[in-house]
């Protein structure tokens, strides 16, 4: 017969900070939140002709919130993935393993943001009155790797003040 504690369900940093626990629900969540993140980016990239109907609202301004757009549809995309790529609970808080794990899930999250982004410029070649643009991957890779750092920076933040 197995020890009580090995019955017990096992805890994990989310759950010990009062946190809602990392289980299955939680995951179909996120990467249903991810998905559905690429869905709304691929519509948008699916709308024919939008350069001028972005230009009748935004005029003059029409380039610079076309490529804010970029770099935030694409920031939000890669902290969607952070969270869906993260692991829960495996490793203890704060440890060098929960390090190395954070860093894997954002570079895929960063790996994934840049190849949607590819997948989307090739995607709106084939739209009538869109182009392919290399400059908007480096937009929408500015955008992820932006987050990502400021992701980073934030847990640090948060980790230096939590120690004080």
Known sequence: MKDDKELEPTTNA?????????????CVI?????????????????QPNSAEVTRGLFGESNFLV?????????????????????SHGANPPNSLLQKIGGR?????????????????????????????????????SAGAITAMLMVSW????SSHGSSA
């Open 154 to 157: 934030w847990q640090r933040r």
């Open 66 to 86: 076309r490529k804010l757009a970029h770099f935030t549809e694409y920031a939000v995309l890669s902290v969607l993935g952070l969270a869906s790529f993260s």
């Open 14 to 26: 989310s759950t010990k900070s009062g946190g809602a626990p990392c289980g299955v629900t939680n």
């Open 104 to 140: 894997r899930a954002m570079q895929s999250a960063i790996i994934l943001a840049i190849s949607f982004a590819i997948s989307d410029e090739i995607h709106q070649a084939f739209v009538p009155g869109r182009s392919a643009a290399i400059q908007d991957v480096l937009v929408d």
């Open 30 to 46: 996120r990467y249903s939140l991810l998905v559905a993140w690429m869905v709304v980016i691929w519509l948008f990239s699916a």
